[in-house]
């Protein structure tokens, strides 16, 4: 819309210079006839004259009046006025002369021509004002000439006329059709100028949004970095500290933290000419170093021990910097050497609970003495010796064994809820398949999941309740609770169901055979091999029968004053 009004403005524009153009040729125009009149028509020279001079007089009004309409209202009525004006001034001379007859020819073509050419008219407006000299020359003709249309120079001038009016019209429509194409072209530039606009508006808001949040960044960047609790520097080639975090600052207080080599002042002498090279190979490789063990000059004249982490910053050689991450390791140390000890005490209260919550279940029965302390015993031993066998799939870690260890002992935890005078009858019948006896393994495990919902994360308790569920499954099958065989039963539970075995074995504990000797329970437990027993677990304890004997040892003293290992002997 702006663009139209515009073009429009600019036409009225054209067409008033045009106007004034053509009224300033058509004063020219009629005061050159007036001259070429005097020997063509001397008889009639006065009508002539007054007729040229009149329209010339009449253009030249015309023109000083168009001059003043600056707003280009009335350029149009004026320049047909003109147009009009000049027609009577060539046209009228030969209508009211008594001599004149014949009409220029070439005023009437030079007068369409330069009305048509000149001023940016519409093709229905070139066409009337072609008419106008064309019906003036016929009429001439017409009225003046005795022999009228059959004067010889007639048709040759009206074939002349004819085709300069085709050429007229021919450059009216051509003039058109590039005013028209040039508001197209001015209304396409300014759809395209209005959406760059846009385009523009929506990238200055949006560099404006970006560089808001880069600042944003970099203030957040700027917290962050000074609220790192470790020291945090950037350093130049030159050993020039760029840059250094709130952290840094309070430890080294450098008077000139951006001279030259001020980095490097701060290593201790006798490890500086090492790592120096050290720090600028890394920056020339652009390759990242951890955990560099430096000695430091700090503030209050003491030698920091610290870890240092370097990485190479920038991307432009001359731009590339050091990002060093500088850790005090005495205040980690000392928190480390407090966690280990708070580990170490909370395992022994662990520990001494599990044991004491475990001696719960030694009371209900008439286990002999340290009998939990040789069960876990054994069990690390046949966990060590099996780690490496290809059938385990690799199962026992070193967590495994520790886990066993504590967690073997939990196995008859579930008795502490039976009636004693029951299990006290079991014992002395040795009725160890009674139902209500079996229960001990379920009331057990339940126990022990109840203590896992409250400490989900804990694979020690996990163990300790497989534990407690299967060490009385059987390897073909025929054990209790739920009969599971063979690897169904999990590899804890192997291990403690042979440990446990062997126990109650050679301590004559649920066994109306009596006492058993070392080599006894061996032949005992290898002939129910595959049957009752893993037989990985099995070869594991064939394997250590030394390592038993140990355990039994140190932890039984026969009521005859000799050891377990004297009475294999004696035996």
């Known amino acids: 819309m702006v663009v139209k009004e515009s073009y429009r403005e600019e036409q009225r524009e054209v067409y008033h210079h045009r106007v004034s153009l053509v009224l300033f040729c058509g004063v020219l125009l009629m005061l050159f006839f007036s001259v070429f009149d005097r020997p063509l028509q001397a008889q009639s020279i006065s009508c002539f004259s007054t007729c040229r001079l009149g329209a010339a007089f009449v253009c030249a009004l015309l023109f000083v009046v168009n001059s003043f309409d600056q707003r280009h209202r009335y350029s149009k009525i004026i320049g047909l006025i003109g147009f009009f004006v000049m027609n009577a001034g060539l046209v009228l001379p030969f209508l009211v002369s008594s001599t004149g007859s014949k009409v220029y020819f070439v005023s009437l073509v030079t007068l369409m021509v330069l009305y048509v050419v000149c001023i940016p008219i519409h093709l229905g407006e070139a066409l009337a004002a072609i008419a106008l000299p064309f019906l003036s020359f016929i009429l001439v003709h017409f009225l003046k000439r005795p022999d009228g249309f059959q004067c010889p120079n007639y048709y040759p001038n009206l074939f002349a006329f004819t085709c300069f009016t085709g050429i007229a019209i021919c450059n009216c429509w051509f003039d058109i059709r590039f005013r028209k194409r040039d508001l197209a072209l001015r209304e396409e530039e300014e759809t395209i100028n209005s959406e760059l606009t846009i385009q523009a508006a929506k990238l200055e808001s949006e560099v404006g949004r970006h560089y808001n949040k880069q600042l944003s960044i970099e203030k957040r960047y700027r917290q962050l970095f000074n609220s790192i609790a470790d020291d945090v520097i950037v350093v130049a080639r030159n050993g020039a500290i760029v840059q250094a975090n709130k952290a840094f600052r309070n430890h080294f207080d450098l008077p000139n933290p951006q001279e030259p080599g001020a980095f490097w002042q701060l290593l201790v002498s006798g490890t500086r000419q090492k790592l120096v090279p050290l720090f600028l190979d890394a920056l020339e490789s652009d390759i990242a170093l951890h955990d560099i063990r430096v000695l430091l000059m700090a503030a209050n004249g003491f030698t920091m021990e610290a870890d240092v982490n370097v990485t190479v910053i920038g991307d432009r050689p ?177 291990i403690v169901s042979v440990a446990n075995a062997y126990e109650e074995l050679v301590t004559g504990f649920y066994t109306l055979k009596g006492l058993c000797s070392h080599s006894e329970a061996i032949a005992y437990i290898n002939s129910l091999s595959g049957v009752h027993f893993d037989p990985v677990v099995v070869s594991g304890l064939l394997r250590r029968q030394d390592a038993f004997v140990r355990v039994y040892e140190k932890y039984t003293v026969a009521s005859d004053g000799q050891t377990f290992a004297e009475r294999v002997v004696n035996i």
């Open 318 to 494: 001359a731009e590339k910097r050091l990002l060093l991450t500088i850790r005090d390791i005495l205040p980690r140390e000392k928190i480390k050497a407090e966690i280990i000890e708070a580990l170490k005490i909370r395992k022994k209260t662990e520990n001494a609970a599990i044991m004491a919550l475990t001696r719960l279940s030694e009371f209900k029965v008439a286990a002999s003495q340290n009998h939990l302390r040789r069960l876990r015993e054994y069990c690390k031993i046949l966990a060590e010796d099996i780690a490496g066998s290809p059938s385990v799939n690799n199962l026992v870690t070193a967590t495994f064994i520790e886990d066993i260890y504590n967690a073997s002992i939990l196995h008859d935890i579930g008795k502490v809820a039976l009636p004693d005078q029951h299990i006290r009858e079991a014992e002395a019948s040795g009725a160890t398949e009674d139902d209500l006896l079996k229960q001990h393994t379920i009331i057990g495990g339940d126990v022990i999941k109840d203590m896992e919902r409250e400490s989900p994360d804990s694979g020690f308790l996990t163990m300790a309740k497989h534990i407690a569920y299967f060490h009385h499954e059987l390897w073909d099958g025929s054990g209790y609770p739920h009969g599971l065989s063979g690897e169904e039963i999990p590899l804890a539970a192997r």
